[in-house]
């Protein structure tokens, strides 16, 4: 089989927040519990390097990418090498030098994460963020990239969709505006954790998610806020993107690519070199499919795990897994 042309990589695997969604420090990577939990460069590097086709690098994972020492380091040298790249960020580690290199390094697009329109919400979401400050980074990016010139990195606000921060969409596309962000992408929680192997530690997550998922809400109040989100959008010309909240259903004999493309297109990497089918599985003591440090792109991502994990996914049993997932049920 082709090797990916996609690959996201999780740069940092320790957290520099606490999010609501996560009542306890369910992953033990990094301080205190350990060593800094940093991809090795020479790692990256050959994860690269057994890439040579590759078009699309994602850093992103569970910990803050710019806690990196060498993130930038990373996204010059895939951009030397012909690479869209792109990252998430919640924004606490941008100071101006690294705005700076947000521009000058070659980035294309940056994902900020923003939960709430209001101090009370957003810092109730996440736990030691000051909203104040992440305003203000938001603003010194979109100020250096108009000083230097450059139509890079595109900057798309990404909101979680919940039950507590509804209320709060129109409010979140007046700020987009008036931070001259380019585009709004709501996503619904990404997984209920339903899945009976769920590693007991994870339990509170999926309680989060019972609680605030979108799906337990009452649909009048969904659309009410929608309606006016959409219009406030329409009205100041920013480009919103809200997600489905009921979940589709996959006729028999749908494709494996039709019911999630991941597992085909692009390979999702933890910081120690686990692949993992996808983000939404974040964590590899939930499901891995083998260590490309250890044995090299080639043959884990045409390795038997991953075979089978196609197999199933095309099925008319996919992964237990995969049925808890909000891109397998198109409510992403």
Known sequence: MNLPRFLQVE???????????????????????????????????????????LEELQLQGLGEPMMHPRFFDMVTMAVGRGIKVGTNTNLTYLTARRAEACVTSGLVELQASVDGATAETYERIRVRAHFDRIVANLERLVDTRRRLESATPRIRMVVVAMRQNLHEFPDLVRLAHRLSIDSIFVQHLCHDFGESSLPDHYRPMREFVDDQTLGAEDPDRIERYFREARSTARELGVELRLPLTRPRVHPPGTPGPSRCDWPWRGAYVSYQGLAMPCCMVATPDRLSLGNMAESGVDAVWNGRPYREFREALSSETPPEICRSCAIYSGTF
């Open 11 to 53: 740069p940092v695997g320790q957290c520099n927040l606490r999010c609501q969604m996560c009542p306890i420090q369910f992953r033990r990577d990094g301080p205190p519990h350990g060593p800094l939990a940093f991809m090795d460069f020479d790692l990256f590097s050959r994860l690269l390097d057994d890439l040579p086709k």
